[in-house]
């Protein structure tokens, strides 16, 4: 072969690179050529033909979903971008979807590379940002994206038969795209591809990381509640605690330069999740701060890291208990996502501790066998004096003003016979305003019948003195 041949030859667009490209071109090849005869109808000839040359693509496209498009009417270079969008090379992926806030029959689509479509409401045909539509011709990832909606019509003709993609692409068997989503509702539509889709306007910056630290919080190893665990990092930390702040701080990176990541985070973290785990800890932690006290009572000051508590301690633990509930609770209901099931747990929690407070109502320290003088202040030795006999300044009722903002009839439902027990234990010298509370609940409703029901939240019996 001369010089000047070896240069003309070119591998071109028709090299083979896949495993597929070779099954096409094999057909290309056993096929007979294509020819016009005169009566201008189509004939098999044997003659060499010059449609591959012209036509990079053939005029029948088999999309990856199942579905076939006819190509026709698009040029060489149109045709290009089609079969690149609709078939397995395109490598395109959803991040997530959204109506427009201004106009709801508007949608948006943003997938990988930044990229994002828009269609309907203020788009004639559909608009692409990476800029290879600008001459009013479809892109491939509005081909893409067509061929995903067609799958989710409920037009038989959209499933039954090769599908005709008009001349700029931006419809298929002349039915606009956007009409789809308005015949199923992107909800719907979205459902069915597995997208992600944002139903409510985006929130900020500062509230995905606020909101990604609070649903990370329940796969925090030390157990920390989610205020504690977007506070800042405290003097002692273990490995893996400290392994897994610095995995917060890298998801919250991703996930807010990728809202369909944080949106998919939270479809795994339910409120309902977040919740079950939050109450949880706050039920494992009343446990450990009555056991911590019974275990200071029993062997008296140890080791500082050993989890024990005196009376003070303990009160100030349980104070901060009441207080967690509270501030979860009324955040729920400032934020619209309060429930029966937040209700109930947070009732249940809230009468444990009241329940195993008032069974304590007596000196701690009077029948101790370790050496050392306890305090004498029944402030310091007695839990029910400390919370609530002389509870101090400024500080409003214990337990009663968290259950206060509850459903009273169902605490009541849930709670009365523990209820019940407790208004037998206050002692008459129990601080008026306290007692007048605790009575106005434990009567409300009083002639409806009470029944006892089993709570699954909390098992009352895990918290009893030994």
Known sequence: MSA??????SLGETMVTTRAGAAR????????PVQTNL?????RTSSPSTHESTSPTPSLIDSTSGLQYN???LNTEVRRRAKRGLMDDNAIKMKYCRASDDDPEQYMFFIDD??????GGRFA???CTCGAND???ACKHIFWILDQLATQSDSNDMKSQTLELSADGSNVHEIEPADIIHEKGLKTISKGLGWVLHEVPLPDEDDIEFEIAEMLSVFEPSDALPSEFKCDEPAYLSARSKKYREFRELFIQVASENLGLFGRLRSVITPAFQTQVFFEKINDRIARTFNALDEYIKNGPTDARSDSHDVETCASKLKALVGAIFDYFDQQVENGTSSKDIEARAASALVTILDQVSSRNCDAYANITWDGIPPSDPKQNNLYVSLIGSPDKN??????????????EDVLRNHWEVLANIGRRLPPWTPPAFKNTFHAITTENSKSEHTTQYSPVVDASRYERI
């Open 114 to 119: 930044d990229i994002t479509i828009g269609m």
């Open 135 to 137: 001459q009013g011709t």
């Open 125 to 127: 045909v559909p608009r």
């Open 71 to 73: 190509v026709a009417k």
């Open 39 to 43: 009566s201008g109808s189509p004939s």
């Open 25 to 32: 071109a094999a057909r290309a090849r056993t096929a007979p």
């Open 4 to 9: 000047e041949a070896l240069s003309k030859l």
């Open 395 to 408: 500080e409003g009722l214990f337990v009663l003003d968290a259950l206060e903002m509850l459903p009273q």
